[in-house]
């Protein structure tokens, strides 16, 4: 059992008096009166400071630093969460920081509706953490019909595989599945890891031979040993790792791999994810403090209650444990993660389980109250691959969004070679691909073109020294994105026709990636110039003045004289702030040589009040009034639009 953990005079009274309506009562008055209580030893004011020190309690204001000199008055929040069993929440908060809080459940509930919380051993690699590893995975084999759903139908194998024999043997060998007798069903395991600056071992043309005979495991990194041991303990023979079963010296191979690589970790029965280690010779299993993993226990009365033992626990706990490991915010390992039915985590506290639909932990092996991992909960999980007979047709409003969240949760994740920008998602782009029949363009479907060509980019960075995709793909950038389409009562209007797409693929694959790609829209085009750079910029002789969202850093563009804009999409109607919105890219000229060529540098919007424009009118009569009528287009717009052709790289 924990031991019990210390509350300090605030926090005690805080519990012990209940705020109705969420209403915020007051708490520490400053932030050095947290510091203090912090030195004394309280959980909750500890477990914010923690926070803090992790840069997660932030402005609201995200322009702003959050400034540690000056006090800052706090209040708390106490939310009595009825609905699951028990559950209080308690937030710290201000008028102007978001700070994560704690939960706390009676103890007696907890394990009632969550089962024991054992007792957890020094080391990830016990046999009490293996077991209950296998747990999970059984359990979800047989109870998880969701959690298969992304796999092929047929029998389906990788071209190779590596086997790690029995318990007790002290070799692997690698299996060509076709030609060594390796038959379906065989359950393999996928490791996700990373690779480190100089791995030790690969598959190469000249030692394919050689690996097809007994190796000695002793001789492979830590962690594909670790890998092997957990195997072994979960009764299974065979695994694929990327390094010793793709050829690592053959261009074609590694382009053939890659291109199922959505197979090959849809079909594994489980994801192995060395969360812990920057490389393949940090192994998987840590040795640890158990309570750095389990909720405390705190005695402490709520409201009018008698005192009783609760366990309490950050908000932030599964963040904290998973979701900021380092492995985690890389580009290839995205979709080994979405794309596995089911991903095992060995982290530096614990070990850590996600499906489709369970998310789990040794400190809460039943479940985590009132959460959801990012992939139970992920939209991805929600796209259930449906029978050949079934397969949509269009690219729906609710799956679009589903791809708008997927493309910006993987453009916050970097990448060792920025040139693998499409191929490293090129196993979602499948996916999708198999549901829709739709055709993949540099990181854009056709069906939703110009939806997808309305990206911002959040942050902006440096522009990449080489081609990762046409300037009109989120795919061009090196930094975050965020898709600019929500669902509205009133339909959306495209400003801008497609009248041809090129491209050149890098491989015959088109999800694999592109060499060059070029688009012609039919729209208005208008001179811009900035209004205060690299900030904002408007129409030339126009009123209506946008902010700037940059593709790349603002050195590279800010002073930029050769702008354009073009507007690609209206958004008639606002319900909360009554103003309609316009969508531009911004363009510049290509190069001298090509004036008629643009390419895109960034993103605008502007948004005006529109006299006699509300929500009586219909979307075709607003397109056709922007084509047709030129007291519109000076409403909308600020000048008069004369349409052309585009053709921007």
Sequence with gaps: MAKTSYLCVTCVYALGHPLKNDEPGPHHLTLDAIRQAVEEGC?????????????????????????????????????????????????????????????????RLAEKVY???????????????????????????????????????????????????????????????????????????????????????????????????????????????????????????????????????????????????????????????????????????????????CPAVVNVAYGDEAPEDFYIWSTEYWQRHFDRSELHTRGWIFQERFLSPRVLSFGHDQIMWECMTDDKCEGFPGGIPNHESDKSSHALSKLVVPRRDEQWTVFSDSLFLTWKVLVEDYSKRSLTKPTDKLVAFAGIAKLFQENTGDEYIAGLWKSRFVETLNWRVTTPGPAAVDY?????????????????????????????????????????DPTVGVRYGCVKLHGALFPAQWDSPPDSIRIRSAPHVAKVHLDTSPGNWDGKDNLFLLPIILHPYDHQTERCFVDYLILARHST?????????????????????????????????????????????????????????
Aim: aromatic residues 10%; negative net charge.
């Design 43 to 107: 959980y909750i004011c500890s477990e914010v400071w923690k926070l803090d020190e992790q840069g997660l309690v932030i402005r609201r204001d995200k322009n702003k630093a959050v400034d540690h000199e000056h006090d800052l008055p706090v209040k708390y929040t106490t939310s009595y969460f009825g609905w699951d069993y028990g559950l209080i929440g308690l937030y710290i908060e201000d008028d102007d920081l978001m700070i994560p809080g704690v939960f706390l459940m009676p103890k």
């Design 468 to 508: 990762l995709a046409p300037s009109w793909s989120w795919a061009s950038v090196q930094s975050s994105i965020k898709i600019e389409h929500r669902p509205t009562i009133r339909d959306r209007i495209n400003l801008v026709s497609v009248m041809a797409i090129e491209t050149i693929n890098r491989e015959a």
């Design 115 to 293: 089962g024991p919380f054992p007792l957890l051993d020094e080391k990830t690699s016990s046999l009490s953490s293996l077991t209950q590893a296998s747990f999970w995975l059984a359990s979800c084999c047989v109870r998880h019909p969701q959690c298969s759903a992304l796999s092929k139908r047929e029998p389906w194998l990788p071209t190779r595989l590596i086997d790690v024999g029995l318990e007790g043997d002290d070799s692997w060998k690698l299996r060509v599945v076709a030609e060594d007798g390796v038959n379906w069903p065989a359950p393999y395991i996928t490791l996700s890891y990373r690779w480190g600056t100089e791995p030790s071992i690969m598959l190469l043309k000249s030692n394919m031979d050689e690996f097809r005979r007994e190796k000695p495991i002793a001789d492979l990194p830590q962690t594909f040993q670790d890998l092997i041991t957990v195997t072994r303990h979960f009764s299974h023979r065979y695994v694929w790792i990327d390094a010793l079963c793709i050829i690592q010296d053959s261009s074609q191979d590694w382009v053939s791999e890659s291109v199922v690589m959505r197979d090959v970790y849809a079909n594994s029965i489980c994801t192995i994810a060395a969360a812990a280690s920057s490389g393949p010779e940090g192994g998987l299993f840590r040795s640890r403090q158990p309570e750095q993993a």
């Design 593 to 649: 040589e090509a004036p008629d060529i643009y390419q895109r540098i960034g993103h605008c919007r502007t948004d005006q009040d529109v006299e006699g424009f509300n929500r009586t009118f219909k979307a075709e009569d607003i397109a056709e009034a922007i084509f047709e009528d030129e007291d519109f287009d000076q409403a909308i717009f600020g000048v008069t639009a004369q349409f052309s052709d585009i053709s921007i790289v």
